[in-house]
């Protein structure tokens, strides 16, 4: 252990943080146990997605934002097709709009599973990977592969392939899946349902560190459904919006040192985005079998404050969207056609759906013959950035007196609970400690 003294002033270096979509670092600067300055910066370069799309039409634009991410894809495509889709006109059947619900259910199970198994549970047992973890815990990380496989099945499916998916379509999809093709994913999908309550209940047995703070959720809510991809952009402090009108709430902003803009509310508050924000503000939404295993949990009030707990909040998205996708599966009818007709106006295209990290934006300006002109797109990392660093200043001076490895895993943890991307399943924080003159 160290002295508070023995550091009254010093530098913490975090020099390579690989995270979602890209790579990072992180200093932090603490002068008597206080951080004076926090800064998580964002080096890797720019991806130009938002030029890319310019020039091309709707349906282009939705297969190329399907790469953006390889965890998910869809989330980025459903941004994209309904925000056309409402600029258009648009209006899809019933059948369509099940399976659009389905393919999400598919990316959260895949999503959260390998988040809760492979990237987050580690931390909480001590281990340096899940490779390490599944020595000694080879049937808690099996049964979280097979979750994952499953969420995986059900894109390649519905999507034509379980990473970037091709078929989602203005007006619907390329190819609807026949009665028959559900039916092979039934059986799978009860064990699934089984598997995320026995997740659920293995998370709420772990300790996370006791660190609490208020902060702001921001989510999609819909009067009658758990978010996905409809409903309106809402805050715990009061910020009530539609889906597409992001920007009336929110602003982005470059930040010096980094190539990720940041997100603020339009009053400069930063906000989190999240499993975390949806369970807390749409807790009385999630189906009733996750409904239930929440309030056993006992959990929803340390979601709400402790970004640790975020675990807990994949835990019961997997049980809810598991549970979803058998009831769609249930009640799935094959539609008439598997895309309708449409026609290109001019507008403005914009739409939020719920990726797994959160609430996800896009904005497109469109000419009459429906070619792109400009886009912005605000993925849920930008959005949660802010709110990241205010975390860590909060964090860091509770270990002020923690050896330089058990502060090192802390901020680790830390960062990780909001859903670090696959890159980030082994060690990725190197810690220097340097002495302030």
């Known amino acids: 252990m160290h002295s508070s003294d023995e550091y009254a002033e010093r530098d913490i270096d975090i020099s390579m943080l690989t995270r979602v979509e890209g790579e990072g670092s992180l200093r932090l600067r603490m002068r008597d146990g206080v951080v004076e300055s926090a800064r998580l910066s964002i080096f890797e370069a720019p991806r130009y997605f938002e030029k890319l799309v310019e020039g091309r039409k709707p349906d282009e634009v939705i297969d190329i934002v399907a790469r953006i991410c390889g965890i998910c894809p869809v989330a980025y495509q459903m941004s994209a097709v309904h925000a056309f889709e409402d600029c258009f006109g648009v209006e899809v059947e019933d059948g369509v709009r099940a399976l659009r619900r389905l393919m999400y259910c598919g990316e959260w199970i895949e999503s959260h599973a390998l988040h809760v198994y492979l990237l987050h549970a580690p931390d909480f047992l001590g281990y340096a990977s899940a490779v390490e973890m599944a020595e000694d ?5 099996g049964r979280g592969l097979q979750l994952k496989r499953l969420g995986n099945d059900i894109l390649a499916l519905l999507g034509g392939r379980a990473i970037h998916p091709v078929s989602v379509r203005v007006g619907g999809f390329s190819r609807v899946p026949r009665r028959g093709e559900l039916d092979a994913l039934r059986h799978m999908l009860d064990h699934a349902v089984e598997w995320s309550a026995e997740t659920l209940d293995w998370v709420s047995t772990l300790d ?16 009658h459904e758990y978010p996905m991809n409809h409903g309106r952009i809402v805050s715990t402090r009061g910020i009530d919006v539609a889906t597409g009108a992001w920007r009336d709430a929110f602003e982005e902003s470059q930040v010096p040192d980094t190539n990720a803009l940041h997100a603020r509310t339009r009053s400069g508050t930063t906000y989190l985005v999240g499993p975390a924000a949806r369970v807390t503000q749409c807790a009385d939404r999630l189906h009733p079998r996750a409904g239930a295993a929440l309030r056993q949990s006992g959990l929803g009030g340390a979601i709400a404050a402790n970004p640790y707990w975020s675990i807990a909040a994949r835990a019961v998205e997997l049980l809810h969207a598991s549970s979803e996708a058998v009831d769609i599966l249930d009640a799935y009818t094959r539609p008439d056609v598997a895309s309708v007709a449409w026609e290109p106006r001019a507008g403005v295209a914009a739409w939020s759906t719920e990726a797994p990290r959160g609430l996800l934006f896009h904005r497109y300006e469109v000419d009459a013959s429906g070619f792109v002109r400009a886009a912005q797109i605000v993925p849920p990392t930008s959005q949660n950035q802010g709110r990241i660093e205010d975390d860590l200043v909060a964090f860091t001076p509770t270990m002020r007196d923690a050896s330089d490895a058990e502060l090192t895993h802390g901020l680790e943890q830390l960062v990780r609970s909001y859903d670090p991307c696959i890159s980030c399943a082994t060690h990725f924080l190197d810690v220097e400690i340097e002495e302030v003159p």
Not at 137 to 141: E, L, P, Q, R, W
Not at 209 to 223: Q, T, Y
Request: charged content about 25%.
């Open 137 to 141: 815990h080879a049937d808690i990380v």
């Open 208 to 223: 996370a560190p006791a660190f609490e703070r208020d902060v702001e959720l921001v989510s999609l809510v819909h009067p």
